[in-house]
């Protein structure tokens, strides 16, 4: 499946892929750690190879080389090289401890994806920004690593609310203000927090450029070259474009079929044209496609989902000041 979830929790709003355990406001961190599936460790042994065949073999190990593990299940996450530095699930949910108890954030998600090879949290911060027509946009924070070597400890603001592997990385992709530690280095929540104090900034940005977007109309044209670049070929005439029902799907969800594409925010803007995009990207392509039968490798759609949402922001922000 495109979401990868093998476990989460949530509160309030229930996730696209339907799955999860939803808790009430304001659980301890103790509650979170067991109902997102993130009560285990990851633990470390010695990569072993055998040469020699039938009764006649040798076992010899390889020191430059580790397995990770999961405590519960004993299933491998993946080899690493001695010095990799592992950041436990329970250190996800800890790093939230004082902005929960002090400062005013509440846990929104957290969950483990990919068998256990990535982890997440995402807290609300309590920042917001009112468009016109009251849409309301939130901020929060993300604290995500994994311990495959495919995503650094990554901390971030984001108005991205991450529920899945999808969404994780569309948050992480944007790097304004991320605060990214490899895993050669060990992983100190003290360091990050200090160096977030100034990322906050971020999402004052992002606020600036949302309001900007709810300001800009946007007339038929500019409707139909924008969704041809993010869906479509840019090189192909309108009338020969490959995609044609995915863009009269996005072009729908703009002109009214969309969530919130009737609010003063959107209608006719560029921030309800963005949005008709994500909806598109997000949920009805997803769904359609998990029609698919089971076995059917659908890597490149999750990467082609990625793609997207990059073009997305990147060609509606760059004009706006």
């Known amino acids: 499946m495109a979401h990868l979830v093998e476990s989460t929790a949530f509160v309030r709003e229930t996730p696209w892929h339907g799955l999860g355990n939803r808790l009430p406001d304001k659980q301890p961190l103790e509650v979170w750690l067991e109902a997102a599936g993130m009560d285990w460790e990851i633990k470390t042994t010695d990569v072993l190879f055998q040469i020699g065949t039938g009764n006649n073999f040798n076992v010899h190990s390889n020191p430059d080389a580790k397995v990770l593990y999961r405590s519960d299940t004993l299933a491998p996450l993946s080899v690493v090289s001695p010095r990799y530095k592992v950041v436990q699930p329970k250190e996800i949910l800890e790093f939230y401890r004082d902005l929960v108890s002090l400062g005013g954030f509440e846990l929104e998600t957290a969950g483990v994806l990919k068998e256990g090879k990535k982890l997440w949290a995402l807290a609300k911060t309590g920042e ?8 309301r946009v939130k901020g929060y924070l993300l604290l ?5 070597g495919t995503l650094a400890t990554t901390a971030q603001f984001t108005s991205v609310r991450v529920v899945c592997n999808n969404t994780l990385q569309i948050a992480t992709n944007d790097r304004a203000g991320a605060i990214k530690v490899p895993h050669s280095t060990k992983f100190d929540p003290l360091v990050v927090k200090q160096a977030l104090g100034v990322g906050a900034s971020a999402w004052d940005a992002f606020a600036e450029k949302a309001q900007a977007l709810s300001g800009r109309k946007v007339n038929r044209m500019d409707v139909t070259k924008y ?10 005439p309108i009338a020969e474009q490959p995609n044609e029902k995915a ?8 002109a009214g079929q969309g969530k919130g594409s009737t609010l003063s925010s959107s209608e006719g803007t560029a ?5 008709a995009a994500t909806e598109y990207v997000d949920h009805h392509r997803r769904a359609r496609s998990g029609h698919q039968g089971k076995g059917v490798d659908r890597g490149p ?3 082609g989902l990625k793609h997207d949402k990059q073009r997305q922001y990147t060609m509606t ?3 706006c000041p």
Do not use: H, M, Q, Y
């Not at 995500?144 to 495959?148: E, G, K, R, V, Y």
């Not at 921030?271 to 949005?275: A, E, F, M, V």
């Open 317 to 319: 922000f760059k004009d």
């Open 144 to 148: 995500a690593t994994s311990c495959d």
């Open 128 to 135: 917001e920004t009112v468009l016109k027509g009251g849409d």
């Open 271 to 275: 921030w309800g044209l963005i949005n």
């Open 227 to 236: 969704i041809i670049d993010v869906l479509g070929d840019r090189n192909a």
């Open 247 to 254: 863009l009269k799907s996005v072009i729908d969800l703009f």
């Open 301 to 303: 759609e999750v990467g």
